[in-house]
T-cell receptor
Framework: AQSVTQPDIHITVSEGASLELRCNYSYGATPYLFWYVQSPGQGLQLLLKYFSGDTLVQGIKGFEAEFKRSQSSFNLRKPSVHWSDAAEYFCAVGNTGGFKTIFGAGTRLFVKA | GAVVSQHPSRVICKSGTSVKIECRSLDFQATTMFWYRQFPKQSLMLMATSNEGSKATYEQGVEKDKFLINHASLTLSTLTVTSAHPEDSSFYIC????????FGPGTRLTVT
């Protein structure tokens, strides 16, 4: 069955520190992978996506993610976190064009001064 | 970037009444829109896929007679929760498919 696991319910990092949010997936075929961010009262914003090609994907706001097929992982990283990055982050897997997207449970990021 | 709006942003209704939520793509046409439900501190669960001019496709376990979806134009899809009950209280999010999925800001439904 297709699934997405985000092991960390919440993470707290200091401003300026590096960040890694974990995501593991289970998918029968080559996955289309996404990371979204959701701020309170706002919709989901696409940070980055992986369809094929280079396994290290650059996204908006300084985020990047690396697809590791052998580990079924697609972890999100940022070298230096800003206070404005505090939000809920969702990893998702889908098929062509984002249809039938399956979301992970989300990881809440807290940023401390 | 593309924008998707939802109205209302929050609504409180009494048990047994119906409530309609609108989802609009503001600067692009969307043949396909999606409706999701998000429980507190949980992920988004796809409820149904809405295609303009045809019947919506519901996910397993979603009652189509309770959650009525209409996609009458390329910029508007509506979700009507009929005979609402407290357990229908949730955060409902729509998305519209353009060059990618664009998500609306969500509607908080509280049924008292």
């Amino acid at each position: 069955a297709q699934s997405v696991t985000q092991p960390d319910i919440h993470i707290t990092v200091s401003e300026g520190a590096s960040l890694e949010l974990r995501c593991n997936y289970s998918y029968g075929a080559t996955p289309y992978l996404f990371w979204y961010v959701q701020s309170p009262g706002q919709g989901l914003q696409l940070l980055l996506k992986y369809f094929s090609g280079d396994t290290l994907v650059q996204g908006i706001k300084g985020f990047e993610a690396e697809f590791k097929r052998s580990q079924s992982s697609f972890n999100l990283r940022k070298p230096s976190v800003h206070w404005s990055d505090a939000a809920e982050y969702f990893c998702a897997v889908g098929n062509t064009g984002g249809f039938k997207t399956i979301f992970g449970a989300g990881t809440r990021l807290f940023v401390k001064a | 970037g593309a924008v998707v709006s939802q109205h209302p942003s929050r609504v409180i209704c009494k048990s047994g009444t119906s409530v309609k939520i609108e989802c609009r793509s503001l600067d692009f046409q969307a043949t396909t829109m999606f409706w999701y439900r998000q429980f507190p501190k949980q992920s988004l669960m796809l409820m149904a896929t809405s295609n303009e001019g045809s019947k919506a496709t519901y996910e397993q376990g979603v009652e189509k007679d309770k959650f009525l979806i209409n996609h009458a134009s390329l910029t508007l899809s509506t979700l009507t929760v009929t005979s609402a009950h407290p357990e229908d209280s949730s955060f409902y999010i729509c998305s519209a498919l353009g060059s990618e999925q664009y998500f609306g800001p969500g509607t908080r439904l509280t049924v008292t």
